[in-house]
Nanobody, 117 residues
Protein backbone atom coordinates (compact mmCIF):
# COMPACT_ATOMS: atom_id res chain seq x y z
CA UNK A 1 0.00 0.00 0.00
CA UNK A 2 1.35 3.42 -0.96
CA UNK A 3 1.75 5.93 1.84
CA UNK A 4 2.91 9.54 1.67
CA UNK A 5 4.22 11.32 4.75
CA UNK A 6 4.90 15.06 4.80
CA UNK A 7 7.29 16.83 7.15
CA UNK A 8 8.88 20.24 7.63
CA UNK A 9 5.91 22.49 8.23
CA UNK A 10 5.45 24.91 11.07
CA UNK A 11 5.30 28.57 12.06
CA UNK A 12 7.57 31.10 10.39
CA UNK A 13 7.75 34.87 10.29
CA UNK A 14 7.04 36.78 7.07
CA UNK A 15 10.11 36.69 4.84
CA UNK A 16 11.26 33.42 6.32
CA UNK A 17 11.82 30.03 4.74
CA UNK A 18 10.66 26.46 5.21
CA UNK A 19 11.43 23.22 3.40
CA UNK A 20 8.70 20.62 3.08
CA UNK A 21 9.49 16.98 2.41
CA UNK A 22 7.24 14.13 1.33
CA UNK A 23 8.41 10.55 1.52
CA UNK A 24 6.71 7.70 -0.29
CA UNK A 25 6.57 4.13 0.95
CA UNK A 26 5.06 1.13 -0.80
CA UNK A 27 5.29 -0.07 -4.38
CA UNK A 28 4.12 2.43 -6.96
CA UNK A 29 5.58 1.75 -10.41
CA UNK A 30 6.27 4.59 -12.81
CA UNK A 31 5.65 8.11 -11.55
CA UNK A 32 3.76 10.54 -13.77
CA UNK A 33 3.87 13.57 -11.46
CA UNK A 34 4.80 14.51 -7.91
CA UNK A 35 3.21 17.69 -6.67
CA UNK A 36 2.43 20.00 -3.79
CA UNK A 37 -1.04 21.46 -3.29
CA UNK A 38 -2.32 23.79 -0.60
CA UNK A 39 -5.70 24.49 0.89
CA UNK A 40 -6.47 27.50 3.02
CA UNK A 41 -9.36 27.61 5.47
CA UNK A 42 -12.62 27.62 3.54
CA UNK A 43 -10.85 27.51 0.19
CA UNK A 44 -10.37 24.94 -2.53
CA UNK A 45 -7.22 22.89 -2.85
CA UNK A 46 -4.90 24.50 -5.38
CA UNK A 47 -1.77 23.30 -7.13
CA UNK A 48 1.41 24.95 -5.87
CA UNK A 49 4.06 23.13 -7.90
CA UNK A 50 4.52 19.89 -9.79
CA UNK A 51 7.42 17.90 -11.18
CA UNK A 52 7.12 15.03 -13.61
CA UNK A 53 9.02 11.79 -13.31
CA UNK A 54 11.36 13.13 -16.00
CA UNK A 55 11.80 16.47 -14.24
CA UNK A 56 9.43 18.87 -16.01
CA UNK A 57 8.41 21.53 -13.49
CA UNK A 58 5.40 23.82 -13.19
CA UNK A 59 4.60 26.48 -10.61
CA UNK A 60 1.53 28.47 -9.68
CA UNK A 61 2.03 32.12 -10.58
CA UNK A 62 1.73 33.12 -6.93
CA UNK A 63 4.85 31.20 -5.93
CA UNK A 64 7.11 31.62 -8.96
CA UNK A 65 10.52 32.90 -7.96
CA UNK A 66 9.94 32.06 -4.29
CA UNK A 67 9.28 28.31 -4.16
CA UNK A 68 11.37 25.50 -5.65
CA UNK A 69 10.18 21.94 -6.13
CA UNK A 70 12.66 19.09 -6.42
CA UNK A 71 12.78 15.32 -6.08
CA UNK A 72 15.21 12.53 -5.44
CA UNK A 73 16.57 10.43 -8.30
CA UNK A 74 14.44 7.41 -7.42
CA UNK A 75 11.18 9.37 -7.29
CA UNK A 76 10.68 8.35 -3.67
CA UNK A 77 10.72 11.85 -2.19
CA UNK A 78 9.58 15.27 -3.27
CA UNK A 79 10.58 18.55 -1.66
CA UNK A 80 9.32 22.12 -1.63
CA UNK A 81 11.74 24.87 -0.68
CA UNK A 82 9.70 27.93 0.27
CA UNK A 83 11.45 31.28 0.54
CA UNK A 84 10.17 34.80 1.14
CA UNK A 85 7.08 33.38 2.80
CA UNK A 86 4.11 35.70 3.24
CA UNK A 87 0.97 35.46 5.38
CA UNK A 88 -1.04 34.53 2.29
CA UNK A 89 1.05 31.36 2.00
CA UNK A 90 -0.52 30.11 5.23
CA UNK A 91 -2.28 26.88 4.34
CA UNK A 92 -2.43 23.16 4.81
CA UNK A 93 0.04 21.73 2.31
CA UNK A 94 -0.48 18.31 0.72
CA UNK A 95 1.84 16.22 -1.40
CA UNK A 96 0.43 14.15 -4.24
CA UNK A 97 1.86 11.34 -6.34
CA UNK A 98 0.19 10.31 -9.59
CA UNK A 99 0.96 7.36 -11.79
CA UNK A 100 -0.20 6.66 -15.33
CA UNK A 101 -3.31 4.82 -14.16
CA UNK A 102 -6.25 6.86 -12.80
CA UNK A 103 -6.19 4.64 -9.72
CA UNK A 104 -2.66 5.75 -8.93
CA UNK A 105 -3.49 9.01 -7.20
CA UNK A 106 -2.21 9.27 -3.65
CA UNK A 107 -2.27 12.08 -1.10
CA UNK A 108 -0.40 12.80 2.07
CA UNK A 109 -2.22 13.70 5.27
CA UNK A 110 -1.37 17.38 4.97
CA UNK A 111 0.98 19.59 6.94
CA UNK A 112 0.33 23.07 8.29
CA UNK A 113 2.39 26.05 7.25
CA UNK A 114 1.65 29.27 9.13
CA UNK A 115 3.30 32.57 8.25
CA UNK A 116 2.78 35.14 10.95
CA UNK A 117 4.65 37.70 12.98
Amino acid sequence: QVRLVESGGGLVQPGGSLRLSCARSGNFGSIKTMAWYRQGAGKQRDLVASISGLGTINYADSVKGRFTISKDNRNNEVYLQMNSLQPEDTSLYYCNFKGFSLRQDYWGQGIQVTVSS
